[in-house]
């Protein structure tokens, strides 16, 4: 139900402050995706290590969502907000000053806890402001702020990269950092009722080491065999912390993240699509760039005002999204989103050294815009029908696997590129991989659609 203790005015207050904070920390997590080259050539690092910059983001933003399901319960919401904001903005104030790579990836990850705390932080008050039959058009509008961003993120960069330089890109997000804590101290409000809950350091720990020494075994691939230590020995280590980390979930009482709610069929099919969507969405934001730039030749500011029609679109399509899904259900969503992936893949197996700004404008746009048509209503479909406290848990495991299939998107994406040859041919390779996503995401809406119909 509408939480009917807060005013219109107080609401529109809140609404405005969680979805410009949730824009601006997610947009920082890709903000360092198409200054990749600029960062090898500035501090002298490989591509594979500086992409760290962007998937080390997302991998911290995985690992602090899961701490989230307690803090929202335990801490205050305005002094969540205070906490959240004032990590994201020493983060962008530390990178500004970074004079050595270490630093400057270090502060990203600090950055990250703020990124972290505020997606699962915004999606559940919005949950909590409005009645169920407006679930549709706030979580588009949570979507806009969540996805677009990222797709944003290499736009804003690419267009203040050749103005005011790497350094003026953090100094920027300090900024807005500053004036979202001055905004938080007059609108934000407690909303979520306080609940006991406990912290178990141990299950942070072990998921952490998972998820961590799993994307670092991944991303050593590219410099060794998968028998290695630190490739394949690495992944090993994750894939059996995670598959403890799970186990223990499953069997506790109290657990850091509820994994009962994948018994939901709905809940499942969304995190798959959704992790699908962020290979594609995360990869190309890391990819793009690189073939733009190193491939073709382009400058910084042209790759910017490529992708920002692209980015408009994908504004626009997500708010609008919303409304077909509460009106129509999300069924034709669907067909139009698998379409695009489908079309937008085939393009980019169709890129060569020649190929022309506007074709690569175009293609962009295409995969923001299926991005945005089929993102906020697996959103929905995930968290719409989950209900007090479970909806939190879901919400931090659906935002943690999104986060962390981020991170390994990033690092899946550059993989692929470097193993293949770091080439036009290599690009063709990375969206053939990008069309067997696709063809995965067709997999997953046919099993809903069959599982729906059963119901009805």
Not at 99 to 107: E, K, N, R, W
């Amino acid at each position: 139900m509408e939480n009917n203790t807060i005013s219109p005015k107080q609401r529109t207050g809140i609404f405005l402050t969680l979805i410009v904070g949730t824009f601006v920390t997610a947009m920082s997590t890709t903000v360092t995706a198409n200054m990749i080259p600029n960062f090898t050539e500035y501090f002298g690092v490989s591509a594979n290590l500086a992409q760290w910059l962007t998937s080390g983001a997302t991998l911290i933003s995985g690992i602090i969502i899961p701490v989230t399901a307690f803090l929202l319960k335990k801490v205050p919401n305005k002094i969540y907000f205070f906490a959240t904001m004032l990590a994201y903005t020493l983060g962008s104030l530390f990178a500004f000053l970074a004079q050595a790579f270490p630093v400057l990836l270090v502060s990203r990850l600090v950055q990250a806890v703020g990124c972290g705390m505020m997606i699962p932080f915004g999606q559940i008050m919005l949950l909590n402001l409005y009645p169920a039959e407006k679930h549709g058009r706030v979580m588009a509008a949570f979507s806009m702020a969540s996805m677009v961003s990222t797709v944003v993120g290499p736009t804003y960069a690419g267009l203040m990269l050749e103005a005011v330089g790497w350094r003026g890109v953090f100094a920027s997000l300090f900024v807005f950092g500053l004036v979202l804590i001055v905004v938080g101290s007059i609108f934000m409000k407690n909303i979520i009722p306080r609940t006991d809950a406990e912290l178990n350091v141990g299950y942070v720990l072990l998921s952490a080491v998972g998820f961590t020494t799993l994307l670092i075994g991944v991303s050593n691939m590219g410099s060794g065999s998968v028998l290695k230590l630190t490739s394949g020995g690495l992944m090993l280590i994750g894939v059996i912390s995670l598959a403890i980390f799970s186990r223990l979930q499953l069997t506790s009482k109290k657990p850091m993240l509820n994994l009962r709610v994948f018994k939901k069929a709905s809940f499942l099919i969304a995190v798959v699509i959704s992790i699908c969507l962020y290979l594609i969405a995360m990869g190309t934001g890391v990819i793009l760039p690189i073939f733009t730039k190193s491939i073709c030749g382009f400058s910084d500011s042209a790759y910017g005002y490529a992708t920002l029609v692209g980015s408009i679109l994908a504004v626009f399509t997500t708010l609008y999204a919303g409304r077909i899904y509460d009106k129509m259900g999300i069924k034709p969503m669907f067909f139009a989103g698998i379409i695009l992936f489908a079309v937008y893949s085939v393009m980019g197996i169709c890129f060569s050294e020649n190929t022309g700004i506007i074709y690569i404008a175009v293609t962009f746009a295409l995969q923001t815009i299926a991005m945005s048509v089929l993102n906020s209503p697996a959103t929905t479909m995930a968290l719409s029908k989950l209900t007090g406290n479970i909806r939190i848990d879901g919400s931090a495991v659906f935002n943690t696997i999104r986060q962390i299939s981020s991170s390994l998107a990033s690092t899946l994406s550059v993989l692929i590129y470097t193993l293949a040859g770091s080439d036009i041919n290599a690009i063709h390779i990375v969206y053939v991989y990008y069309g067997i996503v696709t063809v995965a995401i067709i997999v997953s809406v046919l099993l809903y659609l069959k599982a729906v119909s059963k119901l009805e």
